[in-house]
Structure formats: C-alpha cells, structure tokens
C-alpha cells in the first residue's frame, strides 16, 4: 500500500446530478432548485434508513460504497455484549477513528485510543482536539506501533486491512495482535462489496482488496493467529438477539501469547 500526499476530495462527494449539465448551457432555475431539493429528500431518506448514521455513509450507500467503519458504530453495542469489561481499554484502527474514539469515550469507565493510517483531512474541531491530546495518532500501520505489547484490552480494525498486501499484512496483523490484551477484532468487507473509486482512491492510494471468508481463515493460520471462540458464539448470539447482521465480515482473534 502506498502512502500518497493528502488531498482535497470533498467535492467527490457532491450531490448527485448538481453540476452535470454542460457549462453553456443554463438550465431554468426552477429546474435547478428541483433537482437540488430531490436530492437532498433522498439523502434525508437514506440517512433516516440507516439509523441517523452520517451523511458519507448515507452518500456511501448511494453510490453502492460499503464503509466498515460506519458499520463499526452498527456493531459497538453488540461488541459490548460480547466481549464486556474487556473492552475497558479500546484501541482503534482505521480511518475516521476520531469518530469512534469519540463515540467510545462516551461509555462510562472506557478509555479509547485511535490512529488513522491515511493521512487527515478536512477533521473537524473534535478531531484537531483528540490528535492534539495525542489520544488519536496518524501513523503508517505497515511498520511497529507506537505501542508496548498488551498495551489495550481490545484492538478493532476497520477499513485498513482491505488496502494492504498480503506482504504487509504478514508483518501489521501480528503487531494488532501484540498490543492486544484480551482480543483483536477485524472488520473486513465482503467480496463483491463496490467502493467509492473517486474517494478511495485519492484517500487510500490504491482499490481495497475484498477478500473470502476462506481467505482470511488461511491467513491468520499462516500467521500463528487464532480465532476466539467463545467470544465468537456470544457475538453472534448477540447479534442474533438485536437481529443485526453485520454488513462486513467480523472477525474474533486471540491476541498473541
């Protein structure tokens, strides 16, 4: 995965239709009001469907994308059933933490870490302020983590583990695990999941790579990494109990001995 200078892509998300007529032509602006108005109702829409989650998820889902990392809020309360006190000290991985770190800070007696692989953006004020206090970092997963082993409870990665090669991910996925006291969990999309290609690729440098379930099974065996068990049937007896089915694939890991 190659890292790439930041940049500006907020206009990759604009609203569908807005500016796609030929620049001489002038369309009415009754027609244009329209058009603007349409879009924003099905924006609204898809925002309410999909349970008040952001306004790039619900562009995301437009455009066919599937955000893990949005996906990643879906899945806290279910997590929190399945793994209990052992996510008191949380470490995510993955673009947009600053949003989850905030989300998980909001639970009572959990410490929450992140560090978002690709360069930032565009953050917000919440952002600047969680990197300024150094509880969310930007650092380059592809080489050791800032971090002594067994640093956190829990480690969860979203959105990172897509983009990397099996070469780096024979080196990244073992270091998640060796900050990990208690787990790691990785949420990986589904093959055949489409993606944002204008975002994706000014964002990450390269298309994610949407691997099998049988895939991932073969790797983390080639790499000496075991699947937890028994937090797997309380996560999936969990969701079962919620009826949530997750949107991407959800993996348990044992961290490393």
């Known amino acids: 995965m190659s890292r790439r200078p930041a940049r500006r892509f907020a206009d990759t998300g604009s609203i569908p239709f807005v500016g796609s007529f030929h620049p001489k032509s002038r369309p009415s602006p009754l027609l244009s009001l329209g058009l603007v108005v349409g879009a924003l109702l099905i924006i609204g829409y898809v925002y309410h469907s999909s349970g008040g989650r952001s306004a790039a998820d619900a562009f995301s889902r437009l455009e066919g994308g599937t955000s893990c990392t949005a996906e990643l809020h879906r899945a806290l309360p279910v997590l929190k059933k399945a793994y209990g006190d052992n996510m008191r000290k949380v470490l995510h991985v993955g673009p947009d933490t600053c949003s989850v770190v905030s989300k998980l800070l909001k639970e009572e007696d959990t410490e929450a870490w992140g560090i978002e692989p690709y360069d930032l953006d565009e953050t917000d004020s919440n952002c600047k302020a969680l990197v300024h206090k150094g509880i969310v970092r930007v650092a380059d997963i592809k080489f050791p983590l800032p971090y002594r082993s067994k640093s956190f409870s829990l480690v969860i990665v979203s959105d990172a583990v897509d983009y990397l090669s099996p070469r780096y991910l024979n080196k990244t996925l073992p270091e998640l695990a060796r900050v990990a006291a208690d787990g790691l969990v990785i949420l990986s999309g589904y093959p055949g999941q489409q993606k944002?290609?204008?975002?994706?690729?000014?964002?990450?440098?390269?298309?994610?790579?949407?691997?099998?379930?049988?895939?991932?099974?073969?790797?983390?065996?080639?790499?000496?990494?075991?699947?937890?068990?028994?937090?797997?049937?309380?996560?999936?007896?969990?969701?079962?109990?919620?009826?949530?089915k997750p949107a991407c694939q959800v993996f348990h890991l044992k961290p490393l001995l």
């Open 196 to 244: 944002v290609k204008g975002v994706e690729l000014s964002k990450f440098g390269r298309p994610a790579k949407l691997r099998s379930s049988s895939w991932w099974i073969r790797f983390f065996i080639q790499t000496s990494l075991e699947e937890n068990e028994p937090v797997t049937k309380k996560f999936e007896q969990a969701a079962a109990k919620r009826s949530y």
